[in-house]
């Protein structure tokens, strides 16, 4: 079975643009959650959704947004984009939000010049 | 306010030894506790996890141990290999709002030396 897979893997952007990067879960997976990686530091937790409906926000701007799809695929989306935005994203999924375990994906690399 | 420590930035072992990774965590709420490991340029990958009715956790050379008292577990891994080098990231997760939420330590970076 394909694991959680995440598009584009790498990304460069300026200051101020917008980005878009999506995940698709593992078969059978409904939920999917969104994780930042800065350098040094562990995954935060961005959001996470379940049934196409916000389960659960982190500490983060309303620059970044989320959806999921009917067929539990999920965009998440970075207005304005800000140096310190620079991170590795992460998408996990897991088959549903009360499931203990999580699977991630390898991530989206995006740099912001 | 970090809720999941990881104290140890890196963990040198020579191959063949044992490698115990520490995490401790403040919020007595947590009531399970995954290991991740993250190779350069890949996600993380699950390792093992335990719920904290457990003491013990045990996969293959993996094992994890819980001390709910001291808010403290740790990843024993034996034999220690030359592939097992990478970061490794502890999370804690309690529910909340009917779903589990994670927060992620630091992660150590282990190289086991051949």
């Known amino acids: 079975d394909a694991g959680v897979t995440q598009s584009p893997t790498h990304l460069i952007k300026t200051r101020g643009q917008h980005v878009t990067l999506r995940c698709s879960p593992i078969?059978?997976?409904?939920?999917v959650s969104w994780y930042q990686q800065v350098l040094g530091q562990g995954p935060q937790f961005i959001f996470q959704?379940?049934?196409?409906?916000?389960?659960g926000r982190g500490n983060f701007p309303d620059r970044f947004s989320a959806r999921q799809f009917p067929n539990y695929s999920s965009e998440l989306n970075v207005n304005a984009l800000l140096l310190g935005d620079s991170a590795l994203y992460l998408c996990?999924?897991?088959?549903?939000?009360?499931?203990?375990?999580?699977?991630f994906g390898p991530g989206t690399r995006l740099l912001v010049l | 306010d970090q809720q999941v420590k990881q104290n140890s930035p890196s963990l040198s072992v020579q191959e063949g030894r044992i490698s115990i990774l520490n995490c401790d965590y403040t919020?007595?709420?947590?009531?399970?506790f995954l290991w991740y490991k993250k190779y350069p340029a890949e996600g993380p990958t699950f390792l093992i996890s335990?719920?904290?009715?457990?003491d013990k956790n045990e996969d293959g050379r993996f094992t994890v141990f819980l001390n709910k008292s001291a808010k403290h577990l740790s990843l024993h891994i034996v034999p220690s290999q030359p592939g097992d080098s990478a970061v490794y990231f502890c999370?804690?997760?309690?529910?909340?709002?009917?779903?589990?939420?994670?927060?992620f330590g630091t992660g150590t970076r282990l190289k086991v030396l051949a």
């Open positions: 996990a999924s897991r088959r549903d939000p009360l499931a203990e375990t999580q699977y």
């Open positions: 078969s059978g997976h409904k939920s």
């Open positions: 959704y379940y049934e196409k409906e916000e389960r």
């Open positions: 919020n007595s709420m947590f009531d399970y």
């Open positions: 335990i719920s904290s009715i457990k």
């Open positions: 999370a804690a997760s309690a529910a909340t709002s009917g779903t589990y939420k994670y927060i």
